[in-house]
Each structure stands twice: as C-alpha cells, then as structure tokens.
T-cell receptor
Framework: SQKIEQNSEALNIQEGKTATLTCNYT??????LQWYRQDPGRGPVFLLL?????KEKRKERLKVTFDTTLKQSLFHITASQPADSATYLC??????????FGTGTRLTVIP | KAGVTQTPRYLIKTRGQQVTLSCSPI?????VSWYQQTPGQGLQFLFE???????NKGNFPGRFSGRQFSNSRSEMNVSTLELGDSALYLC??????????????FGPGTRLTVL
C-alpha cells in the first residue's frame, strides 16, 4: 500500500538548535508533499509545499527538502523557539483533493 | 477574511444516536473536505464536496455521509454512533477547482465523544 510515515513520534530539542523532522513514503511517487503544523485542540495549519522537481523550499526559519531517490522529505526549523512546540504533519496527495497524512511528530523545544 | 468555522465545537452523544456537524468554508472556497482524527489512526480523509457534489470518498462505512449546500457550507452526518466514532472531526476548505495543487485551510474541529 502507499504509505507515508513520520518515523519519530516525538522529538525534544534545545532552544536555538535546528529541529529536523523526517517523512518517508513507500510504494508511491508523490507529485508533491505538504507540511502542516497542529497545536493541541486546533486544526492543522499549512506551512510549506514542495514539488517532486524541487530539491528545497524555504520560508523564514523553515526549510523543506525532497529527495526522490531516498523517498524522503526533511523538515527543518532553524533557531528553534519554545513557540515552535507543536505536532508537525506531512501529507501527500490522495485522490482529487484529499490528503493522506502521516501520523505526525510532536516537537518540544526546551528553553 | 474569516477562517473556516465549525459548529458545534464539542458534542457528547450516546451509542446508537446520530449526529450532524456543520462547516462554513472560507468565503469564495467551493471545495470542502472532511477528516477524522483519532490518536490511533491519525488524520483520515472522509470525503470531499465541490459545488454540492461529492467528488471523493475515503474508506469509511456508509454511516458517514455528508452534503454541501449552494453557499458551499457543508454538513456531515454520522448515524448509529459507535464508541469508535469518538474523534476530532475536521473540516478543510480550499480554493481548488480542479487539477491544481493548493493548500487546505482547516477549521478548529468538532470534538465528538460517544458514550
């Protein structure tokens, strides 16, 4: 089956360091991947989209890479802050307009 | 622009009952998708509506249904509730019409508890 997996359920990191989250996919070649942030009790918020022909995308302190050889996307938060603590979800396209989400990585930035 | 709104925010029901959840998309968005989020299964796609037509459906039983009105507002209905239906139900709208890739804007969700 076409899977999308976020291997780390939780990640703790010291403030100021770079957080790196991983999203792997199997049996599928997604045309793009999306990354979302979700805070407790709230809906996901879109952060970045990266297409298969893009190696890297940046937005402020965020950077996403897409490696079609490794079938992997990496999501980086540089100079992490406690306010970055949240669950981060990667998603690939499903059918017409639905998304298949990974299970998410809960990031905690320790002051 | 106002965001996606969902009502009610919290709901408690008992097994066997039915429930209707409502979603108002961002003004101008005609695509509305519904997702179920549980700790065990994560976020799972339920269905998508566009211009009052269901365009796509996830792998859920027929007890889960939905509809969309001419003003793009959408409702989803779950009949004969089971304990396993307890979840956060999220609605997402997008400006997508066909083909192109766009982000989805999620509402705050409706927390449904089935006792």
């Amino acid at each position: 089956s076409q899977k999308i997996e976020q291997n780390s359920e939780a990640l703790n990191i010291q403030e100021g360091k770079t957080a790196t989250l991983t999203c792997n996919y199997t049996n599928y070649s997604p045309a793009y991947l999306q990354w979302y942030r979700q805070d407790p009790g709230r809906g996901p918020v879109f952060l970045l989209l990266i297409r298969e022909n893009e190696k890297e995308k940046r937005k402020e302190r965020l950077k996403v890479t897409f490696d079609t050889t490794l079938k992997q996307s990496l999501f980086h938060i540089t100079a992490s802050q406690p306010a970055d603590s949240a669950t981060y979800l990667c998603a690939r396209r499903g059918g017409a307009n639905n998304l298949f989400f990974g299970t998410g990585t809960r990031l905690t930035v320790i002051p | 622009k106002a965001g996606v709104t969902q009502t009610p925010r919290y709901l408690i029901k008992t097994r066997g009952q039915q429930v209707t959840l409502s979603c108002s998309p961002i003004s101008g968005h005609r695509s509305v998708s519904w997702y179920q989020q549980t700790p065990g299964q994560g976020l799972q796609f339920l269905f998508e509506y566009f211009s009052e037509t269901q365009r796509n459906k996830g792998n859920f039983p027929g007890r889960f249904s939905g509809r969309q009105f001419s003003n793009s507002r959408s409702e989803m209905n779950v009949s004969t509730l089971e304990l396993g239906d307890s979840a956060l139900y999220l609605c997402a709208s997008s400006s997508r019409t066909s083909g192109e890739v766009v982000e989805q804007f999620f509402g705050p969700g409706t927390r449904l508890t089935v006792l």
